[in-house]
């Protein structure tokens, strides 16, 4: 009996370790499988946000609306850059060669919808990518070759067309009313932009008629300097500056220009003004580009780029600088006074 009561214990002890050693395998097991539910550090199990692409010509701030009103406008759509939604930006810093470079940095980021504000740049993204939507504002996206039309994109490129050169002929009309004595006038613009060259050809066919003589000024960036000492050293009597995301990147330049040399001045930005210009006639860019996040909205949400009709711009503005007026000694016309959208005194 004394013998064989060690055995018991040993049995009920053996029987004990298998029980803890099934209970350990199951708890680690479990802890295990927690561990594979906990999220991994950096938040790698969370989706990854969307992100867009943002390529510009100038310098950051020289965009005028163009990148507020994009904010905006996601804002509009719920999307808060930097929260739900990456925006990565470029600047080319006045350089039409970086562009490419930019444009190739931003693809090999795998943004989904690259945003390209003017003919030019949207250009080079078109050449860079035939597969990452792009969102654009062109003068004339069907003249340059983006889409194949504004109701059928049929590409991966859609977005909002300007068609500057059907309003670029009422720069001439104003500028000669509010300078009925106006002769000679400059225009600035780049011919390697396809819709800008449309401006330039319009107001070419409008200006015998006003009895006006053009000098046109290419402003290609690599020319930009010669077009600014040929401003001051032609007898001009007024100048046009086209609408053209260089030439919006240089507005304080060419403003101090026209002031230094008495040379009223009609511009083709809507912010010219605030910023001492005489006057401009333009769509409204921050309205523009709000209108555009909708393109980037329902592309993140599925849509396809050839499937979304490109929208034309409709609202222009006319403004006038009544301080810059004086320094020039002009009297702007009440009839135009009363046809401007704002009038800065």
Request: neutral net charge.
């Amino acid at each position: 009996m004394l013998a064989s009561a060690p055995s018991k214990p040993g049995v009920r002890a053996s029987t004990g370790g298998k029980f803890l050693i099934m209970r350990r395998r199951k708890f680690i097991a479990l802890l295990g499988g927690a561990a594979i539910m906990w999220p991994a550090p950096g938040g790698a199990q969370q989706q990854a946000l969307p992100k867009i692409g943002y390529v510009w010509i100038g310098a950051p701030g020289t965009d005028g609306d163009t990148l507020p009103g994009l904010r905006r406008g996601l804002e509009d759509k719920g999307y808060a850059p930097g929260r739900n939604l990456l925006l990565e930006e470029r600047y080319a810093e006045g350089s039409e060669e970086r562009l490419p470079a930019l444009i190739a940095e931003l693809l090999a980021l795998h943004v989904d919808v690259l945003v390209t504000p003017g003919t030019l740049a949207a250009r080079i993204a078109q050449r860079a990518t035939s597969k990452v939507p792009i969102v654009m504002m062109s003068g004339d996206p069907v003249g340059a070759g983006l889409v194949a039309s504004l109701a059928r994109p049929g590409g991966n490129i859609t977005g909002l067309s300007l068609l500057s050169g059907e309003y670029s002929a009422k720069w001439l009309q104003l500028l000669k009313e509010a300078v009925p004595k106006l002769k000679r006038v400059g225009v600035l613009w780049n011919p390697d932009n396809p819709a800008i060259a449309r401006e330039a050809e319009q107001m070419r066919r409008a200006a015998p008629a006003l009895g006006l003589e053009l000098t046109t000024l290419p402003a290609r960036p690599r020319e930009f300097e010669a077009s600014l000492a040929a401003i001051a050293a032609t007898s001009l009597d007024g100048l046009a500056v086209c609408d053209d995301p260089f030439l919006e990147t240089k507005l304080s330049v060419l403003i101090a220009i026209a002031a230094e040399h008495g040379l009223p001045t009609i511009y083709g930005f809507i912010d010219a003004t605030k910023q001492g210009g005489l006057m401009s006639y333009s769509a409204n860019f921050f309205e523009l580009w709000r209108q555009a996040a909708a393109y980037v909205d329902r592309i993140l949400k599925g849509a396809r780029p050839a499937d979304l009709p490109v929208e034309q711009a409709t609202d222009f503005s006319l403004k006038f600088n009544l301080k810059t007026a004086k320094a020039l000694g002009l009297t702007i016309p009440p009839s135009l006074l009363a046809g401007a959208d704002e009038v800065i005194e």
